[in-house]
């Protein structure tokens, strides 16, 4: 999910108060990126225990036949289930923060990593390798960073036209 918000000088990624950029202009585009994850509510675990406990029931025939790997496998992939639940239940959500104002570009994402580039001679590509994928990098001479990797596909589609004319903005 993408939130859309106006500039402003004393959020911590604006910039400078030296630049000189006038304080009373706050036009641009800034779009915090967070990966949508939702978790799992009380019904739905309460499923997956259900479906445990017939993995187990299941696994009790072939026990009986003298298989006793198959229970200890059936355990074994519903413990793994559970700890993958509860380890993406407490891990923090991707997210990036792009912002475009007064001919610049900013990108940061999760794990702290900045780029700053002019907007004069950035431009966006969206690169399609298959219907599936899209790709969203911001070019320019000095570097080039992929932005919206948290998002999915329609949100990145969405994200083209307003990136695009932020960037003719910035250009002005």
Same mark, same amino acid.
């Given at each position: /999910?993408?939130?859309?918000?106006?500039?402003?000088?004393?959020?911590?990624?604006?910039?400078?108060?030296?630049?000189?950029? $006038?304080?009373?202009?706050?036009?641009?585009?800034?779009?915090?990126?967070?990966?949508?994850?939702? #978790?799992?509510?009380? $019904?739905?675990?309460?499923?997956?225990?259900?479906?445990?406990?017939?993995?187990?029931?299941?696994?009790?025939?072939?026990?009986?036949?003298?298989?006793?790997?198959? $229970?200890?496998?059936?355990?074994?992939? /519903?413990?793994?289930?559970?700890?993958?639940?509860?380890? #993406?239940?407490?891990?923090?959500?991707?997210?990036?923060?792009?912002?475009?104002? #007064?001919?610049?570009?900013?990108?940061?994402?999760?794990?702290?990593?900045?780029?700053?580039?002019?907007?004069?001679?950035?431009?966006?590509?969206?690169?399609?390798?298959?219907?599936?994928?899209?790709?969203?990098?911001?070019?320019?001479?000095?570097?080039?960073?992929?932005?919206?990797?948290? +998002?999915? +596909?329609?949100?990145?589609?969405?994200?083209?036209?307003?990136?695009?004319?932020?960037?003719?903005?910035?250009?002005?």
């Amino acid at each position: /999910m993408y939130e859309i918000l106006c500039r402003s000088p004393e959020r911590p990624f604006a910039l400078s108060a030296s630049s000189d950029v $006038p304080q009373g202009d706050h036009a641009g585009l800034v779009l915090h990126m967070r990966e949508n994850r939702s #978790h799992f509510s009380e $019904p739905a675990r309460q499923t997956f225990a259900v479906l445990g406990a017939m993995m187990m029931a299941l696994s009790i025939l072939p026990a009986l036949s003298g298989h006793w790997l198959v $229970p200890a496998y059936c355990l074994m992939a /519903m413990g793994a289930l559970v700890f993958a639940l509860e380890y #993406h239940k407490r891990s923090k959500p991707a997210g990036e923060v792009l912002e475009i104002a #007064h001919g610049t570009i900013r990108h940061r994402d999760a794990y702290g990593n900045a780029t700053h580039m002019p907007c004069r001679f950035a431009k966006l590509d969206a690169q399609a390798p298959t219907p599936s994928s899209l790709r969203l990098i911001l070019h320019s001479p000095k570097a080039s960073v992929e932005i919206g990797r948290c +998002l999915g +596909l329609e949100e990145r589609q969405a994200l083209i036209p307003l990136i695009a004319s932020a960037l003719s903005q910035g250009r002005r």
